[in-house]
């Protein structure tokens, strides 16, 4: 197997990071399985992928546990196994704080962003540790570092419970021979922006990170031999702070 050829299972595939970190690893060479809520996206990661690219879809939803279970099962019969996941699904609300939002809320948001997440872990990692070889890419963000109103109470409090996971997890399975990465990016200019409280200029918009630039890390872990591990990392636009 040389070094771009590999199986990829992406996670929240059809827009925004999942679709760049899709496009990013099909070009390189990897054959890419795009998951997410809806068929119609993920169509569209499908087709707007570069040329000569092998991208298939599935419809998944990571809060359900036997949803993600099939997914995986499905995923291994159509590219012979997985040796890559990235893991990039995720959601956000508009009404952030804790005096607006409702209980329902929290627990939605909890589901996908974190539950979802050791969901996915959970049914790839068997047959890595099989091999005692694999990697898994955490798409997290700076909000599970740095709690802020922007990001709000339930989506920080949920990706600080994935990025916990993501670190303890690859500090257990290191010794099997597998890497779990955490990425945190900053501000992304992607269709989740239409979660924000208030609209977002064009302006902030032309100086966020676009999900290419988050894709150029991921495919840059993946190019890593097994030998070496990155465990995080952190990418922001210029302008965003990080304190």
Same mark, same amino acid.
């Given at each position: 197997?040389?070094?771009?050829?590999?199986?990829?299972?992406?996670?929240?595939?059809?827009?925004?990071?999942?679709?760049?970190?899709?496009?990013?690893?099909?070009?390189?060479?990897?054959?890419?399985?795009?998951?997410?809520?809806?068929?119609?996206?993920?169509?569209?990661?499908?087709?707007?992928?570069?040329?000569?690219?092998?991208?298939?879809?599935?419809?998944?939803?990571?809060?359900?546990?036997?949803?993600?279970?099939?997914?995986?099962?499905?995923?291994?019969?159509?590219?012979?196994?997985?040796?890559?996941?990235?893991?990039?699904?995720?959601?956000?609300?508009?009404?952030?704080?804790?005096?607006?939002?409702?209980?329902?809320?929290?627990?939605?948001?909890?589901?996908?962003?974190?539950?979802?997440?050791?969901?996915?872990?959970?049914?790839?990692?068997?047959?890595?540790?099989?091999?005692?070889?694999?990697?898994?890419?955490?798409?997290?963000?700076?909000?599970?570092?740095?709690?802020?109103?922007?990001?709000?109470?339930?989506?920080?409090?949920?990706?600080?419970?994935?990025?916990?996971?993501?670190?303890?997890?690859?500090?257990?399975?290191?010794?099997?021979?597998?890497?779990?990465?955490?990425?945190?990016?900053?501000?992304?200019?992607?269709?989740?922006?239409?979660?924000?409280?208030?609209?977002?200029?064009?302006?902030?918009?032309?100086?966020?990170?676009?999900?290419?630039?988050?894709?150029?890390?991921?495919?840059?872990?993946?190019?890593? $031999?097994?030998?070496?591990?990155?465990?995080?990392?952190?990418?922001? $636009?210029?302008?965003?702070?990080?304190?």
């Amino acid at each position: 197997m040389s070094q771009l050829d590999r199986r990829v299972l992406v996670t929240g595939g059809g827009t925004g990071i999942g679709q760049g970190v899709a496009w990013a690893l099909a070009a390189a060479g990897c054959r890419v399985v795009v998951a997410g809520r809806r068929e119609d996206k993920l169509n569209e990661t499908i087709q707007g992928a570069p040329p000569n690219c092998k991208l298939f879809g599935r419809t998944v939803d990571v809060a359900d546990r036997s949803s993600v279970l099939d997914l995986v099962n499905w995923t291994t019969e159509q590219l012979t196994g997985i040796d890559v996941l990235v893991h990039a699904a995720g959601i956000n609300i508009k009404n952030r704080s804790m005096l607006d939002m409702t209980p329902e809320q929290w627990d939605q948001i909890v589901a996908v962003n974190t539950t979802g997440a050791y969901n996915c872990m959970w049914a790839v990692l068997p047959q890595m540790r099989a091999r005692h070889e694999g990697l898994i890419v955490n798409i997290t963000s700076i909000a599970g570092k740095r709690a802020s109103d922007l990001g709000g109470i339930a989506y920080c409090a949920s990706k600080f419970g994935a990025t916990g996971l993501g670190t303890a997890a690859g500090l257990e399975e290191a010794q099997r021979g597998i890497r779990i990465t955490n990425i945190y990016p900053g501000e992304v200019d992607t269709p989740l922006l239409e979660q924000r409280p208030h609209p977002v200029s064009d302006e902030r918009r032309a100086a966020m990170l676009k999900p290419a630039d988050v894709a150029h890390m991921v495919l840059a872990v993946v190019q890593l $031999p097994p030998h070496a591990h990155v465990p995080e990392m952190v990418v922001k $636009p210029t302008i965003q702070a990080y304190s």
